[in-house]
């Protein structure tokens, strides 16, 4: 599973560094979502300390990308999943 979500998070770096200058931004934000899968915006400026509006864009190029997903689907208080950590992670938990 470690080696996955290794593999998993080289691969996607891989496609945020083709995002040119917003690379860095939307990095910071990547780096946030490997430590925590599901954050919200809120969440995300605290622990950058990057502006609400840099984090919106970072999250919104995200999406586009296919790396998170938005969870609510409200104007305010949005919650935001890494799918694909998730799901790596929840392997074999299934109910029989």
Excluded: H, W
């Excluded at 910071?28 to 599901?38: G, H, K, L, N, S």
């Excluded at 915006?41 to 995200?62: D, I, N, W, Y």
């Excluded at 969870?71 to 392997?91: C, G, H, M, P, W």
């Amino acid at each position: 599973t470690a080696q996955r979500l290794v593999a998993l998070f080289e691969d996607d770096e891989g496609r945020i560094q083709s995002l040119g200058r917003a690379a860095s931004t939307a990095f910071r934000v990547f780096q946030c979502f490997c430590r925590r899968p599901i954050l919200t915006m809120k969440e995300v400026c605290r622990q950058t300390g990057l502006t609400f509006p840099a984090v919106s864009k970072a999250v919104t190029r995200l999406v586009r990308l296919g790396i998170v997903r938005e969870l609510t689907a409200q104007r305010r208080n949005r919650v935001f999943a890494y799918d694909l950590y998730l799901k790596i992670l929840s392997e074999g938990t299934e109910a029989l």
